[in-house]
């Protein structure tokens, strides 16, 4: 029997993006104290270097920094050329990186915005795991050969009126993640996770401009309180974990009860 905190990941590989912040960076300090031997990139290299030098000095663990554009296929191949050369195998693969929050209604939303978002958000995670899965699905580990753990969103369960294409970003990721574990099984399993409303970059670390985004959409959480980073890296533990073996293809919520017995933001017509 496995318990939780062995360091079931002693010798296994895995890529994290969007590293420099928020998610990304407690993932990585979670699995190297499991024993996972890391690349962590982003394209932020300062906040990269930082979440690096952390999980150096906290676990001694080997690191690899790699600063990519998650949405560039060339950039997303040299994220794999370095990682093969550094590692013999990426066993876990958490495609992380995103960006948000742009209130613009669905019809005012510039293009721009819209390119953007749907390239880093969905393009991004879709390249990553198309490049890793390839080698990935041959490696000889037992009885999982590798995981995939996609970030998606309770805004891609609940339609969110007020983050319209981030909406659709993630609505995309859940069903990446679908196609991919009907792809990839039985040797990997592919799940996705989707937070609630936890501060990080993505609300610029300000707790007021998240509580405004919860308001605007008359936000009510049933466990009355906020999500934190942890909420979420003990769910990517779990999913790289060989207790969740028997799990793929599944979209994990982690919101407090928003989505199933609270109020998700929704749009009030007048
Ligand atoms: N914070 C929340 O409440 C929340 C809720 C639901 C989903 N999420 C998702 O969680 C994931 C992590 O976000 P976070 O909340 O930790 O925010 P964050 O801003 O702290 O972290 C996101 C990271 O992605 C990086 N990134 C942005 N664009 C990139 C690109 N083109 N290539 C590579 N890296 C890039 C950023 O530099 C940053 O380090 C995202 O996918 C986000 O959509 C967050």
């Not at 196609?179 to 609630?196: H, I």
Request: net charge neutral.
């Amino acid at each position: 029997m496995i318990k939780i905190f062995d360091k079931f990941l002693e010798g296994k590989g895995a890529v994290i993006t969007g590293a420099a912040s928020g998610f990304g960076r407690d993932d990585a300090l979670k699995l190297a104290e499991v024993g996972a031997n890391l690349v962590l990139s982003d394209v932020n290299v300062e906040g990269l270097e930082e979440t690096a030098q952390l999980v150096k000095s906290k676990y001694g663990s080997e690191v690899l920094t790699v600063q990519i554009d998650v949405s560039d296929s060339e950039q997303v191949k040299k994220l794999a050329k370095q990682a093969y050369a550094t590692f013999d195998n990426i066993y876990v693969l958490v495609n992380n990186a995103g960006v948000g929050i742009d209130f613009t209604s669905i019809l005012a939303v510039k293009e721009r915005i819209w390119d953007k978002t749907l390239n880093i958000n969905l393009k991004g995670q879709w390249l990553i795991a198309k490049t890793f899965c390839r080698k990935m699905k041959v490696q000889k580990f037992e009885p999982i050969a590798g995981k995939i753990i996609n970030m998606a969103s309770i805004a891609g369960v609940n339609i969110d009126p007020f983050i319209p294409v981030y909406s659709i970003s993630k609505v995309g990721v859940i069903a990446l993640t679908q196609l991919l574990a009907a792809q990839l099984a039985p040797k990997v399993t592919v799940n996705c996770v989707s937070p609630g409303y936890h501060v990080t970059g993505i609300y610029d670390n300000d707790t007021d401009l998240m509580q405004k985004t919860m308001d605007a959409g008359n936000v009510q959480t049933p466990l009355k309180r906020y999500g934190t980073i942890e909420d979420i890296s003990n769910i990517i533990v779990f999913l790289a974990s060989p207790h969740s073996d028997f799990i793929t293809g599944q979209n994990i919520i982690v919101d407090g009860g928003i989505t199933s017995v609270g109020t998700p933001s929704h749009l009030e017509f007048k």
